[in-house]
C-alpha cells in the first residue's frame, strides 16, 4: 500500500536517497504516508501539527489545510518545516510514540536534504504557515512534544519543538542546508547598500512613507517605486532608509545599479545573473535563459526576508523580472521614469521626490560649505537655493564651490548664477560626469527625437507653464501629437503635469533645454508670443 517508503521503524532507520529519485516520487510518498497513517482528514492533520509561532508574535496553525491540500496536489517540494510538521502530524494519528515520530522526522528531513542537494533545480516551495513560522513549532497539549532537553539523544530529538532556523550545525550541517548550486559563502547574508549620505536633509516625510511600506509586507510582495527629476536625491533617499531598516532583512540587503540612465542599461538576464550570485548561486550554476534565471532567483528568495534595492531602473520592463515572489521581502526601486506600469499591474507604491523645502535647501548649502555664514550671506542662500530650484545636486554642488572658494563672498556667487550661465556654474571643476548637465542628459537621452525636440523648442519659448494646445503651437505639431510628446516628457519626469491641463517647466530644465537647442542647432519657434 505504501510504494515509496515501507513505514516500519527499520526501513526508516535504513532508507537510502536512491530510493528516491524525484520530487513527483517525494510527493507520492507524503500522499502515501497519510493513507498509511489511516487518512487523516485535513482538519484531523491541522489540529495534530499544532501551531507555529508567526514573525509578529501571533500563533497559526502549522498546517493549514488549505496548504496541505495544495502541496500534496503540486509539483514542488514543500519546504522543510512543512515536510516536519506533516510527518508528525500523520504519525501522531498513527498512534506512535514522540521519540519514534522524533526519529522518522529526521528520516523523511534527510530524504529532503539530499534531494535538494542531488538537483539544484529543485526549489522548495514555501506554505503559508512556513513562511511566517518562526521561532518554535508547538505540539498540541494532547499530544506534547519531546522535551529538547531530556530527550536530545534521540536522532531528531534536538530538532523537534524547535523551528528550522533554530538547528545547529550538528543537526543539519551547512553543506546539506542548501542546494548544491549554492557557493560557500551562501551562508553570510549579502550586504550590499552602498556608503548612504551623511546626512539627508529634508526628506522626513519621504522617509515616514516608506516605513509604512513595511507594514504591507505577508500580504502581498510589497514594491516601493521612488520616482522623480534628475538630481532630486531619489538614489540618496533609498540607500538611507534601507540602511535604517537593514534589521528587518536579516537574509541580506542587495544594491543593483541598472543603468538605466546610463548609455548602456543593464540587460535583464545581467541583471539576474547579478542577483542570482549575490544569493549565493555558483557561477557554473545560472541557467542560461531569462526564464530559468527568474525562477532560480525567485526560488532563491522564497522563505526570506531580504531587502533588494533597483537603483536608477529605465523603465517599468527593466524591473518587473526582478521583483521578488516572496511577500516577506521589499523591492524598492529608483527611476527617473514615473513607473505607472509597476503601479498599475504590480500594486506599487509610488513616492514622487519633489525638490526641497527652503528651509531644507539653506541647510544643505550651510552643511556643503562647511564653514560659518554672516547673516548677509544667510540670505543670499536662500537665491542661491531657489537658482538651484532647490535640487539636492544642484544645492551640493552649489555647496562644494563655495568651499572650494573661501574668499569669495556668497553674495557674489549668488549674483553669479542670476547673471550667468547656471549649466556652466551648477559644475564642479575635474569632474565632468558630477554635474546638473549630466544628470539631465541621462533624461533627454530617453526621449524620442521628436520629443527632444519639442523640449528644446518650449526651453527656447521661455515659459515656465503651458498647456497642450500651447504646446502643440510652439511646437508646430497637432494638438494629440503634443499630448503624446509631452506625457512621454513628463514620464522622465522632466515636466511637470499640473492641475487644469498644464505643465511646469522649472528654471533649471529650462536652461538645460535651451542649451541643447543651441548644440544641436534647434532654433526659437515661431509663436513666442501664442497665449497659454
Not at 542531488?118 to 526549489?123: C, H, I, K, L
Not at 506600469?341 to 527652503?358: C, F, I, Q, Y
Not at 500651447?470 to 494629440?480: K, L, M, Q, R, T
Not at 530644465?509 to 541643447?516: F, K, N, V
Request: charged fraction near 25%.
Amino acid at each position: 500500500m505504501f510504494r515509496g517508503i515501507a513505514m516500519s521503524k527499520e526501513s526508516l532507520r535504513d532508507i537510502q536517497p536512491s530510493a528516491l529519485e524525484s520530487v513527483d516520487d517525494f510527493l507520492r510518498c507524503m500522499r502515501d504516508l497519510r493513507l498509511w497513517a489511516g487518512q487523516p482528514s485535513l482538519r484531523r492533520l491541522q489540529r495534530l501539527a499544532g501551531t507555529a509561532r508567526a514573525a509578529n508574535g501571533d500563533e497559526i496553525d502549522a498546517l493549514p489545510r488549505s496548504t496541505v491540500s495544495s502541496v500534496l496536489r503540486g509539483r514542488r517540494v514543500p519546504r522543510s518545516e512543512f515536510v516536519a510538521a506533516y510527518v508528525a502530524a500523520c504519525l501522531r494519528y498513527r498512534g506512535s510514540g514522540e521519540r519514534e515520530i522524533a526519529e522518522s522526522v529526521e528520516v523523511w528531513l534527510t530524504v529532503w536534504r539530499r534531494l535538494c542537494a542531488m538537483s539544484p533545480a529543485v526549489s522548495p516551495a514555501m506554505s503559508p504557515a512556513a513562511s511566517s513560522a518562526v521561532p518554535s513549532v508547538m505540539a498540541p497539549a494532547a499530544f506534547p512534544a519531546v522535551s529538547t532537553a531530556a530527550d536530545e539523544s534521540a536522532p531528531g530529538g534536538a530538532w523537534f519543538g524547535r523551528a528550522p532556523s533554530a538547528w545547529t550545525p550538528r543537526e543539519q550541517p551547512p553543506s546539506e542546508r542548501r542546494p548544491s548550486g549554492r557557493t560557500p559563502g551562501a551562508a553570510v547574508p549579502p550586504q550590499q547598500l552602498p556608503a548612504a549620505p551623511a546626512a539627508l536633509v529634508g526628506r522626513e516625510f519621504d522617509l515616514a512613507v516608506l516605513d509604512m511600506q513595511l507594514e504591507r509586507r505577508g500580504c502581498a510582495v510589497p514594491v516601493v517605486a521612488v520616482s522623480g527629476m534628475p538630481g532630486v536625491g531619489k538614489t540618496a533617499l533609498a540607500v538611507h532608509w534601507a540602511r535604517q531598516v537593514a534589521d528587518h532583512f536579516p537574509d541580506g540587503q542587495i544594491h543593483l545599479d541598472l543603468r538605466g540612465s546610463g548609455r548602456a542599461p543593464m540587460r535583464t538576464e545581467q541583471a539576474l545573473a547579478v542577483l542570482l550570485r549575490a544569493l549565493g548561486m555558483a557561477e557554473a550554476d545560472i541557467p542560461a535563459d531569462v526564464e530559468s534565471r527568474m525562477g532560480s532567483y525567485r526560488s532563491l528568495l522564497a522563505g526570506r526576508r531580504v531587502l533588494i534595492v533597483l537603483d536608477d531602473a529605465l523603465d517599468t520592463a527593466q524591473i518587473r523580472p526582478l521583483l521578488p515572489g516572496d511577500s516577506r521581502c521589499l523591492a524598492v526601486a529608483t527611476s527617473r521614469n514615473r513607473l505607472s506600469g509597476l503601479v498599475a499591474r504590480d500594486g506599487a507604491h509610488r513616492l514622487l521626490l519633489g525638490p526641497l523645502d527652503p528651509a531644507a535647501s539653506r541647510r544643505m548649502l550651510i552643511q556643503a560649505i562647511g564653514r560659518a555664514v554672516d547673516p548677509g550671506g544667510a540670505r543670499a542662500l536662500d537665491g542661491i537655493a531657489r537658482r538651484c530650484m532647490q535640487l539636492p545636486l544642484a544645492l551640493r554642488i552649489a555647496g562644494a564651490n563655495l568651499a572650494d572658494r573661501p574668499d569669495q563672498d556668497i553674495r557674489e556667487y549668488a549674483a553669479e548664477l542670476e547673471r550667468g550661465d547656471r549649466m556652466a556654474a551648477l559644475a564642479i571643476d575635474g569632474d565632468e560626469s558630477d554635474t546638473v548637465p549630466a544628470a539631465f542628459d541621462g533624461s533627454y537621452r530617453l526621449l524620442s527625437p521628436e520629443a527632444q525636440r519639442l523640449l528644446c523648442t518650449l526651453g527656447l519659448a521661455g515659459r515656465a507653464e503651458f498647456t497642450v494646445e500651447s504646446a502643440a503651437v510652439i511646437g508646430g505639431v497637432g494638438g494629440d501629437e503634443a499630448r503624446r510628446l509631452l506625457n512621454q516628457i513628463a514620464a522622465e519626469n522632466l515636466i511637470e503635469p499640473a492641475a487644469r491641463g498644464r505643465y511646469l517647466l522649472r528654471d533649471l530644465t529650462r536652461d538645460y533645454a535651451r542649451g541643447r537647442a543651441r548644440t544641436e542647432g534647434i532654433g526659437p519657434p515661431p509663436a513666442l508670443t501664442s497665449n497659454a
